[in-house]
């Protein structure tokens, strides 16, 4: 198989970077031609035989969104001379104009402009009119790159259902969720002190961009003055966040431990008793799930993708992310009770072993290859049951350079 990827990064450390750095290491191991399209591409990769990587530099464009829109004129451009040398493409959402076979979604902007947490609606200035023009631009621009596209994969139940909200037929739906490295992130302890975290005490864990309110630090914050000791420590940059005073504001100083940005995650999950998490809105995060592999207990929100994977049995799931009270409620079941944290932890962890990142690059390139086998049988291509689960219930050496 010839497979084109178009993405901007294909790396470890990126979200949507990781998930197609997993798929073309599947792609490779399987014996299949790989091509990227990307602004980077990870050295192992792009000193690979079997890959031929396509760089479009954007880095020196000011602001994002005229580095993705340079990035997807320039991608189209490409692909519309080269397109007939591929057996199939893969992009994300709105990267590109150019048709493809399979549009992984990794974020619905036409969902985020409805969501109350969008920044437009909490600033009223400058910055938020152009969040509000960039996101609106990417939810036209994604809906239309939704149509071109064969098969539509989401990367969460909560995005699939967001993508019917917005029209896409269900029947060209496929559900993936990401993965996550089960090596990495594992059952443990850590020294707390090392990490300048408090011994002896409950600690729960916060990690996500602080910087804005989507994350919900806020109520996590209202909902820990409710539940006397127990701690919480938090993961993100407090450069430009309003957090570290409103814990002050609350008389949580003593009680939040803010790290600021990390790369020692898995070393800090392993340091936490739970994990805590009722973002406003996500598609699916990676952080849930490494946390679920930490063995940790999760609480977050129907509005956080990803969420359908957290049981009973391992966590709790809120039906109002807003709602610091059943928040608060929920923290205290846990943190009074060491034996269901514990049980808790044990399902976590075997939750996130079914959600490697070689399962779900796996179920991609069983897609993909299902998708070539009907495309050579049948001038009317359809999907049959995959052999490898993909719905659940409830992303040559040295690099041709694009100037």
Known sequence: MKLCIVTHKVKKGDGQGRVNYEVAQEAIRRGHHLTLIASEVTAELEQNSQVNWIKIPVQSYPTEFIRNYIFAQKSANWLHQHRSEFDLVKVNGAITPAAADVNAVHFVHSSWLRSPAHISRLRRDFYGFYQWIYTALNARWEKQAFQKARVIVAVSQKVAEELV??????????????????????????????????????????????????????????????????????????????????????????????????????????????????????????????????????????????????????????SDSDNADALAKALLSLVSDCLLMQQMGKAARLVAQQHSWTTMAQTYIDLFEELIKHEEHSSHPHLSPSSRSITLPCGATGANQIS
């Open 165 to 318: 909200n917005i029209g896409v037929p269900r029947s060209c739906i496929r559900v993936i969720v990401n993965g996550v490295d089960t090596q990495e992130f594992t059952p443990g302890t850590s020294d707390r002190q090392k990490l300048n975290l408090p011994k002896d005490v409950t600690l729960a864990l916060f990690a996500g961009d602080i910087r804005t309110p989507r994350k919900n630090l806020d109520t996590v914050l209202h909902a820990l003055a409710k539940v006397p000791d127990l701690h919480l420590a938090v993961v993100g940059s407090t450069e430009g966040s309003p957090f570290p005073e409103l814990a002050a504001s609350l008389g949580l100083s003593e009680r939040v431990h803010f790290l600021g940005y990390r790369r020692d995650i898995a070393e800090i999950m392993r340091a936490a008793d739970l994990f805590v998490f009722p973002s406003r809105y996500e598609a699916c995060t990676l952080v849930l799930l490494e946390a679920l592999a930490s063995g940790l207990p999760v609480i977050t929100a129907t509005t956080t993708g990803g969420a359908e994977l957290v049981t009973p049995e391992c966590g709790i799931v809120l």
